[in-house]
């Protein structure tokens, strides 16, 4: 069973900043917090992950509260390109089961 | 550089056929893992294999096997197919098999059973 709980959908507009949440209030310190998206028809695309600081990459940003009990990722710039279903997961990072468990995600929709 | 290949993209099989799906990863990676995803649905694990040794199995039947070969390349088969199991089947590599390893995913592998 997926441990995050993700809001269904939301929708931004193209060039604002797109922040989805995710709650993942049972995470164990040996987890990281990840994150995918799915373009329709296509496979699942890693966009950032991280542990207890927050992470920043050419993609992203991912902001991860001090209890670790939940995170944002910020999409800085919203494009169109950017509709996508984005799953956030938690996974363990030690041991050989290093299963990625997604739950249905959020769609986001970006409106011109 | 070439990106987690897999093949073929597309398939129709009937039910009671067997398939078989198959996997090549990022040069480099050692790790393969496979995934079905059902239409709305997100993907659902199935096999994890490192270094030609089976490392995690989903809740799935015994009619779901799969094998790494030492180049690293995997293949999954499904025997006597359900209708059930038209899905998305989603191959990911990474160059270890710890959570610390990002996984990559290919296109996928679209099979529809009828």
């Known amino acids: 069973d997926a441990k995050t709980t993700q809001p269904p959908s939301m929708d931004c507009a193209e060039g604002r900043a797109a922040n989805l949440p995710c709650n993942h209030s049972?995470?164990?310190?040996?987890?990281?917090v990840y994150w995918y998206r799915q373009i329709h028809s296509q496979g699942p695309q890693y966009i950032i992950h991280?542990?207890?600081n927050n992470e920043t990459n050419e993609m992203a940003s991912l902001i991860i509260t001090e209890d670790r009990k939940s995170s944002t990722l910020i999409l800085p710039h919203a494009t169109l390109r950017d509709t996508a279903v984005y799953y956030c997961?938690?996974?363990?990072?030690?041991?050989?089961?290093?299963?990625?468990?997604f739950g249905k995600g959020i769609t986001l929709s970006v409106r011109p | 550089d070439a990106g987690v290949t897999q093949s073929p993209t597309h398939l129709i099989k009937t039910r009671g056929q067997h398939v078989t799906l198959r996997c090549s990863p990022i040069s480099g990676h050692k790790s393969v893992s496979w995934y079905q995803q059902v239409l709305g649905q997100g993907p659902q694990f199935i096999f994890q294999y490192y270094e030609k040794e089976e490392r995690g199995r989903g809740n799935f039947p015994d009619r779901f096997s799969a094998r790494q070969f030492p180049n690293y390349s995997s293949e999954l088969n499904v025997n006597a197919l359900l209708l059930g199991d038209s899905a998305l089947y989603l191959c990911a590599s990474s160059l270890g098999d710890s959570g610390a390893n990002v996984l990559t995913f290919g296109a996928g592998s679209r099979l529809t059973v009828l």
């Open positions: 997961i938690v996974r363990p990072y030690t041991g050989a089961n290093s299963k990625l468990t």
């Open positions: 991280g542990l207890k």
């Open positions: 049972t995470i164990s310190g040996n987890e990281y």
